[in-house]
C-alpha cells in the first residue's frame, strides 16, 4: 500500500517569510495529491490539489510541486500571514481511488 | 446545516461496550468516508462508500469494526467490545459524485475515550 512521509512536523516562520512543507510517497501510480488545512478544533479542509500529469499548481499565495520520478511533492506558501498558522496534510492517492493516505502532519506556526 | 454532521461530537465508554458513531453526509454527495485520527497524526482510512454500496474496507482495524450506509445517505461506525486503543477522534468526510478526484469535506468529528 501507498506510504507518505512529510516533514518537517513543525515549522516556525515570520509573518511575511514562506514555509515549505515536503512529502514523499511509495506508490508509483499515486495520481493525486491533495493537501489539507486542518485548524483546531475542526476537521481537514483541502486548500489544493495536483494530479500526476501536472508539475506545478498555484492558487494566490499557496503553490504545489510534483516530481512524479523522486516521487515527491511540497506545499509552498509565501508572504505568510498569522491566519496560516494551522497543521497542514499532505496525502497521496494510491490502489483505491476512495482511499487517501495521510501523511503525520506539519504544525505551521507564523509569528508576527 | 450545510456541513457534514457528525454525533455523538464526544463519547466516552467504558472497555467493553459497544458504541455507535453517526455520520450525515451534505446533502446529494454520493460518496462517504470514514477515518481516525490520533491525536498528533493524519487522518487514517477505514472504509468509503458509493451510495449505499461498500467500496473499500480495507481500512477497518479488525472485525470489531463495521460500517453501513443503508439508504445511500447516514452512516454509522459501529465498534464493538471497544479497548482502550480506539480512542481516537473518528472523522467522517463526503464527496459530491463518485470520480477520480476531488475535494473531501470532512466534518467536526466524533472524539472517543474508551475508558
Known amino acids: 500500500g501507498e506510504n507518505v512521509e512529510q516533514h518537517p512536523s513543525t515549522l516556525s516562520v515570520q509573518e511575511g517569510d514562506s514555509a515549505v512543507i515536503k512529502c514523499t510517497y511509495s506508490d508509483s501510480a499515486s495520481n493525486y495529491f491533495p493537501w489539507y488545512k486542518q485548524e483546531l478544533g475542526k476537521g481537514p479542509q483541502l486548500i489544493i490539489d495536483?494530479?500526476?500529469?501536472?508539475g506545478e499548481k498555484k492558487d494566490q499565495r499557496i503553490a504545489v510541486t510534483l516530481n512524479k520520478t523522486a516521487k515527491h511533492f511540497s506545499l509552498h506558501i509565501t508572504e505568510t500571514q498569522p491566519e496560516d498558522s494551522a497543521v497542514y496534510f499532505c496525502?497521496?492517492?494510491?490502489?483505491?481511488?476512495?482511499?487517501?493516505?495521510f501523511g503525520a502532519g506539519t504544525q505551521v506556526v507564523v509569528t508576527p | 446545516g450545510a456541513g457534514v454532521s457528525q454525533s455523538p461530537r464526544y463519547k466516552v465508554t467504558k472497555r467493553g461496550q459497544d458504541v455507535a458513531l453517526r455520520c450525515d453526509p451534505i446533502?446529494?454527495?454520493?460518496?462517504l468516508y470514514w477515518y481516525r485520527q490520533a491525536l498528533g497524526q493524519g487522518p487514517e482510512f477505514l472504509t468509503y462508500?458509493?451510495?449505499?454500496?461498500?467500496?473499500?474496507k480495507s481500512g477497518l482495524p479488525n472485525d470489531r469494526f463495521s460500517a453501513e450506509r443503508p439508504e445511500g445517505s447516514i452512516s454509522t461506525l459501529t465498534i464493538q467490545r471497544t479497548e482502550q486503543r480506539d480512542s481516537a477522534m473518528y472523522r467522517c468526510?463526503?464527496?459530491?459524485?463518485?470520480?477520480?478526484?476531488?475535494?473531501?469535506?470532512f466534518g467536526e468529528g466524533s472524539r472517543l475515550t474508551v475508558l
Open positions: 462508500f458509493n451510495y449505499e454500496a461498500q467500496q473499500d
Open positions: 496525502a497521496a492517492r494510491g490502489d483505491s481511488w476512495g482511499k487517501l493516505q
Open positions: 446533502s446529494g454527495h454520493v460518496s
Open positions: 468526510a463526503s464527496s459530491p459524485r463518485s470520480s477520480n478526484t476531488g475535494e473531501l469535506f
Open positions: 495536483i494530479r500526476s500529469n501536472v
